[in-house]
């Protein structure tokens, strides 16, 4: 019949019929495939010896090409992060020998990380991985199903960053 979701809709539809849950039918249903999805990254991330957030910053010094470098502050915007919190898994990061740091030629004061070649091959493996995970997850979706959903879950999301 339904699964977890459309049960807990329908009892929320029951308790509450004055009230339109159809919204709740999305919402929950992102919710719990989030929760699912991430499970399984970190899965497949820690069988290569990677947390998520490590492949956070790597992934975003790969993505920018060659030479494979941002500013720090440039790299805690591409990720999200605080300046403190970017210096700190910079640090960790750097212990692992993954990426490197020096100063930026343009302005003393700036700081450029860059990938190291152990760096770019951990990440590079990781990417492989998390494609064909993410192959795997929408597998049950054709092309079509799965543009549709990406353009419906992108309308979602921009109308919450406006």
């Given at each position: 019949?339904?699964?977890?979701?459309?049960?807990?809709?329908?009892?929320?539809?029951?308790?509450?019929?004055?009230?339109?849950?159809?919204?709740?039918?999305?919402?929950?249903?992102?919710?719990?495939?989030?929760?699912?999805?991430?499970?399984d990254e970190?899965?497949?991330l820690?069988?290569?010896?990677?947390?998520?957030?490590?492949?956070?910053?790597?992934?975003?010094?790969?993505?920018?090409g060659e030479?494979f470098?941002?500013?720090?502050?440039?790299?805690?915007?591409?990720?999200?992060?605080?300046?403190?919190?970017?210096?700190?898994?910079?640090?960790?990061?750097?212990?692992?020998?993954?990426?490197?740091?020096?100063?930026?030629?343009?302005?003393?004061?700036g700081?450029v990380?860059?990938?190291?070649?152990?760096?770019?091959?951990l990440?590079?493996?990781?990417?492989?991985?998390?494609?064909?995970?993410a192959?795997?997850?929408?597998?049950?979706l054709?092309t079509?199903?799965?543009?549709?959903?990406?353009?419906?879950?992108?309308?979602?999301?921009?109308?919450?960053q406006?």
């Amino acid at each position: 019949m339904g699964d977890r979701i459309d049960n807990l809709v329908g009892q929320w539809a029951g308790e509450r019929p004055d009230l339109d849950s159809s919204a709740l039918d999305v919402v929950a249903r992102v919710q719990e495939l989030a929760k699912l999805l991430r499970r399984d990254e970190d899965s497949r991330l820690a069988e290569l010896g990677l947390k998520m957030w490590e492949y956070d910053v790597l992934s975003a010094l790969r993505r920018q090409g060659e030479p494979f470098a941002l500013l720090a502050s440039k790299l805690a915007k591409e990720t999200l992060l605080s300046s403190g919190a970017i210096t700190n898994r910079v640090d960790r990061l750097e212990n692992r020998a993954l990426v490197i740091r020096h100063e930026s030629p343009d302005d003393r004061r700036g700081v450029v990380i860059k990938l190291t070649i152990a760096g770019m091959q951990l990440v590079d493996r990781a990417l492989e991985s998390r494609l064909a995970l993410a192959d795997e997850q929408v597998a049950r979706l054709n092309t079509a199903e799965r543009s549709s959903l990406a353009e419906g879950l992108r309308k979602v999301s921009d109308s919450l960053q406006a």
